[in-house]
């Protein structure tokens, strides 16, 4: 089943805080920075949070202890389902997704739901993946003339490779500081 990163997100969201109202989902959503880089708006929140409830992902119920004026809030947890595939999505959008992919940096947000061991075989696929990308896009550069290409193809080449030469190793520290907080646990 394909969700979009919205969905994606919101999965995460609502995971994490067990059940939460879509006001609430609105305001994390803005502390965290998500509406800049994730072009998710308060209409995106609503529509997701349907989709999801469509596809049985959530459920959703109406909170009947709230007092005060105003509508009493629906509040959302996620089904056996949608913890199912919040795990397999994340999983794969850390292990494959392109460099500077918006899937990759959602799915980091959800590393809380896996274990260290399935975020450290994620990563690591993800790095074989990218250095696959960067042997073939080596390869199209090379075959086409390489430096002797104009500038601005070169370019086109070059900016790749650098950007997937600082993911592998983003994901490398990462990687570090996973482990030294997975010994620290242990140590403690």
């Keep these: 089943m394909e969700i979009t990163n919205v969905e994606f997100m919101l999965l995460q969201i609502i995971c994490e805080q067990k059940t939460v109202s879509g006001y609430e ?54 089904t056996a389902n949608g913890v199912k595939l919040l795990k397999k999505n994340t999983l794969e959008s850390l292990s494959s997704s392109r460099e500077r992919d918006n899937r990759f940096d959602l799915a980091l947000g959800g590393i809380p739901f896996l274990t260290t061991e399935e975020v450290l075989a994620a990563l690591q696929k993800r790095k074989v993946f990218l250095s696959e990308v960067a042997k073939n896009i080596n390869k199209k550069f090379d075959s086409q003339g390489g430096i002797r290409l104009p500038v601005h193809v070169q370019a086109l080449f070059r900016h790749p490779l650098l950007l997937i030469k600082n993911e592998i190793e983003f994901m490398d520290i990462l990687i570090t500081d996973l482990l030294e907080k997975s010994d620290n646990k242990e140590d403690g």
Excluded: A, C
């Design 25 to 78: 989902i609105n305001h994390l959503i803005k502390e965290r920075g998500y509406r800049e880089w994730g072009d998710i708006g308060t209409t995106s929140i609503y529509v997701g949070l349907k989709k999801l409830s469509k596809k049985q992902l959530v459920n959703s119920y109406l909170d009947t202890t709230k007092q005060g004026k105003g509508p009493m809030p629906r509040k959302f947890e996620v």
